[in-house]
């Protein structure tokens, strides 16, 4: 996948040594031929078969790894704003927690790695993997931020790129029918300068726009904003700030939908983050398509990664793919009307606002004068039993059916 803004692709390396401790990477995960079942075996002049066993792996193997998200099987996708990994034991913690809750995908926010002379470094922790994105440099030089995934070893198989698009995006393409594109985001606070929020939008919305439609995609993330009741339907957050604005925007953009926000659930499991005061909010969110809403089965906050120490709690949702297409509701009456037809009949359209007119003055004096709401209501469902009466309906369209030739 290439994508048009600074970003670059590294390929997993056979080792290398990060902060002087050696790091224990697998082999570079990639994309294994297939052996079809169908040859098309060629002759020489000679009449030998220069192919005889069909297609070669590519890799050795005949066989494909086990795709990452299946029709019968749950997934585990998670975000989590770890305000840091660097102390001992804390990355091993996370992957002993990712673990027991069989979590093969975890989006990393502030883990505060800082290797500038690498784009992109690789740690192992148990049968766990953490990919990094460089964390930065404030003005008093200490390191802030960063963004990563730490990937389970079913993840790790169907891995075929990372692209590390800025210190705040980072991006994993996964293989499998369709492929999967999983996004790392963390978005500058509420109170940060516009200029850096319209700057982390502008490199959001040019990964997302290069996303193959019909990829499964992911996008999860700290993003600091506030969803209120008037933009989501279940959310903890009494209102929305700017941050969630530019995310209601973003969202509406390119048709997504928060699955933390799509699920009716107490108040004690829509909370992400706690203030140092005690106050808390929802600010992580897991981001899908919205064709790809039946196959998110659940989606909530969780305390169970507390012993991390980070201020925020863990965001995860379950995921078994659904290749079914959404059941279409069915049409209002009024729209099979043929109102074309109507509009240039005038003695129609005079006809109907009479009929209508008397039906209407024969309930009158069952209606309550002072109610609005029922003398509307009436109203209504005297029009459409009308219009079903006595005006055309519009007509069926016919499949083309190819002529038959004696």
Same mark, same amino acid.
């Not at 699955?259 to 981001?287: H, V």
């Given at each position: 996948?290439?994508?048009?803004?600074?970003?670059? $692709?590294?390929?997993?390396?056979?080792?290398?040594?990060?902060?002087?401790?050696?790091?224990?990477?697998?082999?570079?995960?990639?994309?294994?031929?297939?052996?079809?079942?169908?040859?098309?075996?060629?002759?020489?002049?000679?009449?030998?078969?220069?192919?005889?066993?069909? $297609?070669?792996?590519?890799?050795?193997?005949?066989?494909?790894?086990?795709?990452?998200?299946?029709?019968?099987?749950?997934?585990?996708?998670?975000?989590?704003?770890?305000?840091?990994?660097?102390?001992?034991? $804390?990355?091993?913690?996370?992957?002993?927690?990712?673990?027991?809750?069989?979590?093969?995908?975890?989006?990393?926010?502030?883990?505060?790695?800082?290797?500038?002379?690498?784009?992109?470094?690789?740690?192992?922790?148990?049968?766990?993997?953490?990919?990094?994105?460089?964390?930065?440099?404030?003005?008093?030089?200490?390191?802030?931020?960063?963004?990563?995934?730490?990937?389970?070893?079913?993840?790790?198989?169907?891995?075929?790129?990372?692209?590390?698009?800025?210190?705040?995006?980072?991006?994993?393409?996964?293989?499998?029918?369709?492929?999967?594109?999983?996004?790392?985001?963390?978005?500058?606070?509420?109170?940060?300068?516009?200029?850096?929020?319209?700057?982390?939008?502008?490199?959001?919305?040019?990964?997302?726009?290069?996303?193959?439609?019909?990829?499964?995609?992911?996008?999860?993330?700290?993003?600091?904003?506030?969803?209120?009741?008037?933009?989501?339907?279940?959310?903890?957050?009494?209102?929305?700030?700017?941050?969630?604005?530019?995310?209601?925007?973003?969202?509406?953009?390119?048709?997504?939908?928060?699955?933390?926000?799509?699920?009716?659930?107490?108040?004690?499991?829509?909370?992400?983050?706690?203030?140092?005061?005690?106050?808390?909010?929802?600010?992580?969110?897991?981001?899908?398509?919205?064709?790809?809403?039946?196959?998110?089965?659940?989606?909530?906050?969780?305390?169970?990664?507390?012993?991390?120490?980070?201020?925020?709690?863990?965001?995860?949702?379950?995921?078994?793919?659904?290749?079914?297409?959404?059941?279409?509701?069915?049409?209002?009456?009024?729209?099979?009307?043929?109102? $074309?037809?109507?509009?240039?009949?005038?003695?129609?359209?005079?006809?109907?606002?009479?009929?209508?007119?008397?039906?209407?003055?024969?309930?009158?004096?069952?209606?309550?004068?002072?109610?609005?709401?029922?003398?509307?209501?009436?109203?209504?469902?005297?029009?459409?039993?009308?219009?079903?009466?006595?005006?055309?309906?519009?007509?069926?369209?016919?499949?083309?059916?190819?002529?038959?030739?004696?």
């Amino acid at each position: 996948m290439d994508f048009t803004i600074n970003c670059t $692709r590294v390929p997993i390396p056979e080792g290398t040594l990060f902060e002087g401790v050696p790091i224990e990477i697998g082999p570079a995960p990639a994309l294994p031929g297939l052996k079809s079942d169908h040859t098309s075996p060629r002759e020489d002049n000679d009449g030998a078969t220069t192919n005889p066993q069909g $297609r070669v792996a590519l890799d050795g193997k005949d066989e494909r790894p086990k795709q990452l998200f299946k029709c019968r099987k749950y997934t585990i996708l998670s975000t989590l704003n770890t305000r840091t990994l660097q102390p001992k034991g $804390r990355l091993e913690e996370l992957a002993h927690c990712a673990k027991s809750t069989n979590t093969d995908i975890i989006a990393i926010q502030e883990h505060r790695f800082f290797h500038p002379d690498d784009s992109i470094m690789y740690r192992s922790a148990g049968s766990y993997q953490l990919i990094t994105s460089s964390a930065t440099k404030n003005t008093s030089g200490s390191t802030i931020g960063g963004v990563g995934f730490l990937i389970s070893s079913r993840a790790s198989e169907n891995l075929v790129s990372v692209e590390s698009i800025s210190s705040r995006i980072l991006v994993l393409e996964l293989h499998g029918n369709p492929k999967s594109t999983i996004i790392c985001a963390y978005s500058p606070h509420n109170s940060s300068p516009i200029e850096d929020m319209n700057a982390f939008y502008a490199d959001l919305r040019s990964v997302l726009t290069n996303v193959p439609a019909h990829n499964i995609l992911a996008v999860l993330g700290d993003f600091n904003a506030k969803l209120g009741p008037d933009v989501q339907k279940f959310t903890f957050n009494e209102s929305t700030n700017r941050n969630g604005e530019l995310l209601t925007d973003l969202m509406d953009e390119y048709n997504l939908f928060s699955s933390n926000c799509s699920f009716m659930k107490p108040r004690s499991r829509l909370w992400t983050f706690e203030y140092p005061t005690g106050a808390k909010a929802q600010l992580d969110y897991i981001l899908f398509r919205k064709k790809w809403r039946n196959s998110v089965k659940d989606s909530r906050s969780y305390s169970s990664f507390s012993s991390i120490g980070s201020d925020h709690r863990i965001v995860s949702v379950t995921i078994k793919l659904s290749l079914r297409s959404s059941k279409r509701s069915k049409p209002h009456p009024m729209k099979s009307i043929d109102w $074309r037809k109507v509009a240039q009949d005038k003695n129609l359209s005079h006809q109907y606002a009479v009929e209508v007119k008397n039906r209407f003055e024969l309930l009158h004096d069952e209606i309550n004068q002072d109610n609005v709401d029922e003398s509307y209501t009436t109203l209504s469902k005297l029009t459409q039993e009308v219009a079903e009466e006595m005006l055309p309906k519009k007509a069926k369209s016919t499949k083309y059916q190819p002529q038959k030739f004696a």
